[in-house]
């Protein structure tokens, strides 16, 4: 029996679904830690030991195992526990979508294979630029951030290209506190390792502005064109936002095209309290936000939006067999870099008509609100060192009590995160911040309290007491400990 999804196989996919579904249940309603607390080596025999070369299992064996497998060892964001990066807990109405995307699998290249979904896509586009403040923008649906920043810069390098740019001379100006995509893009559009010029930032990791002219003058005196500026409206390491309007008088003097990545940032755009935050970010050519971040959407769901929907061109080509040139239908193949493309943009449209903006966005200030709280929780901690402040949801801090020295604090960091990880009890992040390691919590969930991070810190101090007594940081780290 094929087990395709159609009209003869509808009962026993409600069925299958009933059953998953009220797994999935039970496990959100009853895991008590994040993690599971396996070993990776633990994981990886359990992966072995299956063998996909023998026979069909059938559905509901399979669906089983996988939740044997999956269910049992993932890491639930949705747990106060989990405090570790840029990953929220999912809305409702998006995952009960995700599973009618799934269904009826529409791809949103062309309107013949999607029909109202481009619609639909396209007026959440609109919405979206509304949002930002752009009057006639444009924009596509995309994987993540990572892929919008990539498209951006695509985007900037061609529109100076055609302005009579050199290839070979094009430049990107950003921070040290960008998002490493802008790297990675720069390598991607063959511009070389060099072509990324790091402006310099003030004592809370922002592009100074004043910095930011003088390397746009000192370019164009050594005949360089910065094709781009990038600015970054959430850090990922420190939850910071650019000063975006400074920027955009930089920009606009320099006639440089403003790039703002806004992936964690732009849950701002609906929050009721906080959206004078990214004041200037209208004035960008481009804006690249993560609805899988602080929008509450399953991964993936981002976007890429410009201001001149001409820009958009550089990525179309028209094929015959796809969306000829004559086309009379609105193809978002002509504005995306990917051909066969989910509609990602239905969760969010369940979400918002579900919530409303004003609930999505106040429940994205409850996290910003949350994250203030803790700050001053850590700040108040004799054995807590508070590393800076946030403007959304990062919580940066080390464990050091006045008895512990600067190279033991900074040695507990990995430990510290790498005990609690294989506990399973809380998972928490680890960055580098002005030359020394420390801890990071990123919240994104509305539903947590001041008690479980409370919680949370309370495994911190126990887990960095242990390791001070016990004088394990050398053998720690001669068993590999990164």
Not at 15 to 21: F, K, L
Not at 122 to 139: H, M, N, P, Q, S
Not at 423 to 432: E, F, H, I, M
Not at 470 to 477: Q, S
Request: contains cysteine.
């Amino acid at each position: 029996m094929h087990e395709l999804l159609s009209s003869t196989s509808a009962d026993r996919y409600v069925e299958q679904m009933r059953v998953t579904v009220d797994r999935i249940a039970g496990r959100l309603r009853d895991t008590p830690q994040p993690f599971s607390g396996a070993s990776r080596q633990q994981l990886q025999e359990l992966v072995d030991a299956v063998d996909l070369d023998s026979a069909g299992l059938g559905t509901a064996t399979a669906l089983r195992e996988a939740d044997d497998l999956v269910g049992e060892h993932a890491v639930w964001f949705h747990h106060p526990a989990y405090a570790a990066h840029l990953n929220c807990p999912v809305a409702v109405p998006a995952v009960v979508a995700e599973a009618m995307i799934a269904a009826v699998n529409p791809s949103l290249d062309t309107y013949d294979q999607s029909t109202i979904g481009t619609l639909m896509e396209r007026k959440l586009v609109d919405w979206t630029c509304g949002r930002i403040g752009f009057a006639a923008g444009d924009g596509v649906f995309t994987s993540g951030g990572t892929q919008s920043n990539l498209q951006a810069l695509l985007l900037a390098r061609d529109a100076a290209v055609a302005r009579g740019g050199r290839p070979e001379g094009l430049v990107i100006v950003a921070t040290a506190s960008s998002h490493f995509s802008v790297q990675k893009a720069a390598r991607l559009l063959g511009l070389g390792d060099d072509a990324v010029i790091l402006v310099r930032t003030d004592a809370h990791g922002r592009m100074d502005p004043a910095a930011l002219a003088g390397v746009l003058d000192t370019l164009t005196a050594i005949d360089r064109v910065p094709m781009c500026v990038v600015a970054t409206a959430g850090t990922t390491d420190r939850g910071r936002l650019d000063p975006l309007a400074a920027i955009a008088d930089e920009c606009d003097r320099a006639g440089v095209w403003l790039h703002v990545d806004a992936a964690y940032g732009c849950g701002l755009l609906v929050s009721p309290t906080r959206r004078h935050l990214l004041d200037g970010i209208e004035r960008a050519r481009s804006v690249t936000v993560d609805f899988h971040k602080s929008f509450f959407q399953p991964v993936s769901s981002s976007a890429l939006l410009v201001r001149e929907p001409g820009d958009l061109r550089h990525v179309t080509w028209h094929a015959d067999y796809l969306n000829p040139a004559d086309a009379e239908e609105p193809n978002q193949v002509d504005k995306s870099m990917q051909t066969t493309r989910r509609f990602d943009a239905l969760k969010l449209w369940t979400t918002l008509r579900a919530l409303g903006p004003d609930g999505i966005g106040a429940m994205f200030d409850a996290v910003l609100d949350l994250a203030a709280r803790v700050h001053d929780e850590v700040d108040r901690d004799p054995d807590l060192e508070l590393v800076g402040r946030t403007e959304l949801s990062t919580v940066l801090f080390r464990y050091q009590p006045p008895h512990v020295s600067d190279a033991q604090a900074d040695g507990l960091v990995p430990l510290v995160r790498r005990v609690l990880f294989e506990s399973g009890r809380a998972v928490v992040a680890k960055t580098v911040v002005a030359g020394r390691p420390c801890l990071k919590l990123t919240l994104l969930n509305p539903d947590t309290t001041l008690d479980d991070i409370r919680g949370v810190l309370e495994l911190v101090r126990g887990a960095a007491a242990a390791l001070v007594e016990g004088d394990d940081l050398v053998a720690a780290a001669e068993v590999g400990v990164r």
